[in-house]
């Protein structure tokens, strides 16, 4: 059974950091993607950055690149979402999500977690 439970979110002021965490279990070899998304109300669910488990090659959207960073341990099963320089438009719900390949495509994925609240407000 594989389950992924996102955890990090919070309230942050502009310009803030916060860092996603994305702790996974019963993922196997196989799953070489994990990929961060976001979805804010009345928008829809975009992918945000994505890494390969077996490689540690990365990709980020245009809208955060010099900004967040992701990584992963693959002992611990973690991968992690470093975001900097926060801004009102970072404001989501962030999910993290497995599948066969690294991608910021959503419906590539196969397995998703319940999520995790970021708002960055004053």
């Known amino acids: 059974q594989v389950q992924l439970v996102e955890s990090g979110g919070g309230l942050v002021q502009p310009g803030g950091s916060l860092r996603l965490s994305c702790a996974a279990s019963g993922l196997t070899p196989e799953n070489d993607g994990i990929g961060w998304f976001r979805q804010a109300p009345g928008k829809e669910r975009e992918g945000v950055a994505c890494?390969?488990?077996?490689?540690?090659?990365?990709y980020y959207v245009d809208s955060v690149k010099g900004r967040f960073t992701i990584s992963r341990d693959n002992a611990k099963n973690t991968v992690y979402l470093q975001m900097n320089s926060l801004n009102p438009e970072d404001t989501a719900v962030y999910y993290c999500?497995?599948?066969?390949?690294?991608?910021?495509?959503?419906?590539?994925?196969?397995?998703w977690g319940q999520g995790t609240q970021v708002t960055v407000s004053l």
């Open positions: 890494i390969s488990r077996s490689d540690e090659s990365t």
């Open positions: 999500a497995g599948g066969r390949v690294p991608t910021t495509k959503g419906p590539l994925y196969d397995f």
